[in-house]
């Protein structure tokens, strides 16, 4: 169905995002539930990667966000979930403004700061910079089309996706199998 609104084949890239799309839908969308904000959602995405296939990771980015939002499983992203640290602009020794550093594992949803990813040995984690949590903040607020400039290449915000993925796949209690093929574009 989300396929034959487009001519995208070409495009590879674009075209498995539509996979990935189309999965995370298939697995978030309770089918007798159908939600207004998802479909908005959705028209938005589809929308802005048809008016450019090279639109495609920030479309992506946008939608993982919205749809892990929008299915309620959005974690905190500047509170520690293991000691309630907060995260974002905290000063430092110089008392300037800083962002914690903030990591995020398979094990568990959300995130945490160093401290508790030293002291829970959360080794098989990786970070979520502050400028993606920052990318997030702006996301949440701005239509698709006025966040950053368009033709994102595909290295900006992988953490941010990546992370998006494991909450998701966290709660599907499985991977999704287009994940790895998208990311490997
Ligand atoms: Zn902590």
Redesign the pocket.
């Known amino acids: 169905m989300i396929h034959s609104q487009f001519r995208l084949a070409s495009d590879y890239a674009a075209s498995v995002a539509l996979d990935f799309i189309a999965e995370v839908t298939d697995q978030l969308l309770p089918s007798n539930e159908p939600s207004d904000r998802y479909f908005r959602l959705m028209a938005a995405v589809l929308e802005h990667l048809r008016a450019d296939p090279a639109n495609v990771w920030r479309a992506v980015t946008y939608f993982s966000l919205w749809a892990v939002r929008l299915s309620g499983i959005l974690p905190e992203l500047n509170v ?1 979930l ?2 309630g ?1 907060w995260l974002s602009e905290v000063l430092n020794e110089s008392g300037a403004d800083e962002i914690e550093r903030a990591w995020f594992s398979r094990s568990r949803t959300g995130l ?2 160093g ?2 990813r030293q002291s829970q040995g959360l080794r098989d984690g990786a970070e979520l910079t502050g400028f993606s949590r920052l990318l997030a903040e702006s996301m949440l607020r701005n239509p698709i089309a006025e966040v950053l400039p368009a033709g994102w290449p595909a290295r900006i915000a992988v953490d941010l996706r990546r992370f998006l993925v494991q909450q998701i796949e966290t709660h599907l209690e499985r991977k999704l199998a287009t994940a790895p093929v998208l990311e490997a574009c």
Do not use: D, E, M, N
Request: proline letters at 0%.
């Open positions: 520690c293991g000691c640290a945490v700061c401290g508790c």
